[in-house]
Each structure stands twice: as C-alpha cells, then as structure tokens.
T-cell receptor
Framework: GQNIDQPTEMTATEGAIVQINCTYQ??????LFWYQQHAGEAPTFLSY????GLEEKGRFSSFLSRSKGYSYLLLKELQMKDSASYLC???????????FGTGTRLLVSP | GAGVSQSPSNKVTEKGKDVELRCDPI?????LYWYRQSLGQGLEFLIY????????KSGLPSDRFSAERTGGSVSTLTIQRTQQEDSAVYLC?????????????FGPGTRLTVL
C-alpha cells in the first residue's frame, strides 16, 4: 500500500521559519514533490527531490532522505501570503501518477 | 502561455443525473491526469492519459466513472448516475510526459455538488 503522512495543521509567525515534515511508505519511489494550495485554488508546484539532500529555491527549501522515507519543506522569512496548504506527493515507479498526503494547512499570523 | 483550464468551475446536480467535466491541458503536454479532492482528504488519483490512451485507470472508483481524451488534447471526465459521495473538487493536471523531472501542473478544478 501507499502511505504518506504530514501534520494536519501548523501555525507560525510572520518573519519566522517553519519546517513541514512528510514521511512516506510507498511501493516504489521515483521522486517527491511539494505543492502549495491556497484555499479554492489549484495546487502550484514548489519543489522536486529525487536524490538525497537539500534543494534550495529562494525562501523555500526541500530536503529528502530516501533511506528514511522522509522529506521536509522549509519556509524562511514567512509572509502572510504563505498561509496555505502544503501538499507532499510521491511519484511511485511505473506510471506518472502522484500519491498525495492529506496536506498541511499552515497559518501565518502577524 | 495559458495554463490548464477546466470547465465548469462549479457544477450542482441532482442525484442520479450524469455530468461531464472538461479539461484543456497546457499546449504541448502529452500527459494528462485526473484527481479528486474531497473535504479533508488528500488528492486521489483517478486516471492518467499519455496521448489519447489511458495506461492507468486504476483510480476510477466505479464503472460510473469514465474518461476520454481526443486529439491528444482535451479530456472529458464523465460521471453517470451521480451519487452524493461523488461530491468533491475534480482536478486535472498535465505534464510534458517525459523526463525524470516531469512536473504536473494543475488546473483550478471543478467543484461538483450532488444534491
């Protein structure tokens, strides 16, 4: 079976740093994706990891450890507009479909 | 360029009626995916197209659900004899369909409400 776990909800303060964790147990692994989804909108692509290590993209970084089945998304210098759901998804081997976690709702307060 | 578009954005229907949801992928994207997002649930994969063929239909929940893609472009998801449990946001995504880092880009979704 496929299992992807994320915290349901997190809160943080504007200007702070937050780390959103994702653990996965899947029948195969061919990359891990992070998406951002504002309420009522489409998920938008943030990052992709397939090799172990850290990928940095501006204020956002994503880390992967394949041996631990673990990833995190790090958001720095939080802004109010970062309040959204963050979706962790794994592309398993075979076809291209993504298996998603239930998402982490992040609330950034002033 | 234009992103993935979906229509209608909202659909309210009565139980037992058939509905059709449309997806226009990004131009040049050969791969197209349908997902469903129910309240409090993660995105659930329904079906994947490469060109006009569907190598993976494993996520379709019942035989009331079907999808087709024509001309390697537009796709239609049809739900027959809708049930209340079909109420959800139906999201379409497209990707180039090749390469190790192939990334899916999502449309805004169709919110389906079955009364």
């Amino acid at each position: 079976g496929q299992n992807i776990d994320q915290p349901t909800e997190m809160t943080a303060t504007e200007g702070a740093i937050v780390q959103i964790n994702c653990t996965y147990q899947t029948s195969g692994f061919n990359g891990l994706f992070w998406y951002q989804q504002h309420a009522g909108e489409a998920p938008t692509f943030l990052s992709y990891n397939v090799l172990d290590g850290l990928e940095e993209k501006g204020r956002f970084s994503s880390f992967l450890s394949r041996s631990k089945g673990y990833s995190y998304l790090l958001l720095k210098e939080l802004q109010m507009k970062d309040s959204a759901s963050y979706l962790c998804a794994v592309r398993t081997t075979g076809f291209q479909k993504l298996v998603f976690g239930t998402g982490t709702r992040l609330l950034v307060s002033p | 360029g234009a992103g993935v578009s979906q229509s209608p954005s909202n659909k309210v229907t009565e139980k037992g009626k058939d509905v059709e949801l449309r997806c226009d992928p990004i131009s040049g994207h050969t791969a197209l995916y349908w997902y469903r997002q129910s309240l409090g649930q993660g995105l659930e994969f329904l079906i994947y197209f490469q060109g006009n063929s569907a190598p993976d239909k494993s996520g379709l929940p019942s035989d009331r659900f079907s999808a087709e893609r024509t001309g390697g472009s537009v796709s239609t998801l049809t739900i027959q004899r809708t049930q209340q449990e079909d109420s959800a946001v139906y999201l379409c995504a497209s990707s180039l369909g090749r390469g190790f880092t192939d990334t899916q880009y999502f449309g805004p979704g169709t919110r389906l409400t079955v009364l």
